[in-house]
């Protein structure tokens, strides 16, 4: 492949605490590419990792002209490590792996045949077995539960982080500017042509992984509130609900003392049932309060342009020929067009009047 020929694929991984993976996995990755005969590029964005991860892929990228290295200026997340890579990505097609090789790279064949012979957007990696926590499986189902009612994902669909995107397709996706970016809604967002392919999972080559819980709560939430609208429609409707019970109890009550039992309730405090309503009511008020508040941040941060990432150094030994796909997608925009075209009639009446 030439230095300035486009690669077939581009392989996008989202780098943290993975220093002793890496050179393995560009081995691997290299070797999976040859035996398919494809040409490639290795995009390994460092998310700020605190080991040293980057100075592996400084040498990667000094020894392999297929790596690009790109190191951010804070931790971002593995998602918005992931828009950075696809920012980057020149391919026809873009893989996404993770970066301890529990996705093998041998599977991206079966991955881009399928793309390729099934006429799919987008092709997910399905694992027969799973090699991880029980919290993390128990997750990843709910997760999937949550998917279908708020992407409308597909009932047979597994939200895999290992999958290949369409070149056409990444260039949408990068038209978002949140700063808390979603790849999997974004991508149902954009295409409903979706496929799947069954693979293996394996254990963590070395090392221990770094998603934790929290993290995993804060993919949820951003699952929930980036795409849909249902966590609010579910909060007027528990709250109608409520107030229903609450208005057919009381009047429930008064009717069979009026009407049935005149000394009912004349000599119980009733502060049971009084405390357990306050509770009851108070912490519907507050789930809904919270989800108005998470909307208002998402609106806040989206108005005050909070970046997605801050890209610091960028390795490569492969020159650019084309734009990187973010460029692609501002070109062919038909707002940069106008502005583009307004520029240069700009510019043309500035050289006549001087």
Sequence with gaps: MLATD???LSIVVPVYRSAE????LAARVNKACQSIGVSHELILVDDCSPDHSWQVIEGLCASDPSVVGITLRKNVGQDNAIMAGFNSAQGGAVVVMDDDLQHDPDDMGALLSKLQQG???VVYAKYKQTHQKLWKNLGSWFNGRVAQVVLGKPRDIYLSPYKILLAEVVSEIIRYRGPYPYVDGLIFRTTSNIGQVTVEHHPRFKGQGSYTFWRSLAVWAR?????SVVPLRLATI???VSAGAGLSTGLGFLLYRLLINPSYGAAQEGWVSVIVSILFLGGIQLL?????GEYVGQMHLNINSRPQYVQKVRLSRRAQSEPRASE???ESSPLAA???GSAASAARRAARDS
């Excluded at 993976?21 to 393995?24: A, K, R």
């Design 288 to 292: 809904t309060i919270g989800m108005l």
């Design 21 to 24: 993976c890496l050179v393995e």
């Design 119 to 121: 006429g799919h957007d």
């Design 338 to 340: 106008r502005e583009a």
């Design 328 to 330: 692609r997608a501002t």
């Design 223 to 227: 699952l929930c509130t980036n795409f």
């Design 6 to 8: 486009r690669p077939t």
């Design 238 to 240: 528990t709250g109608g």
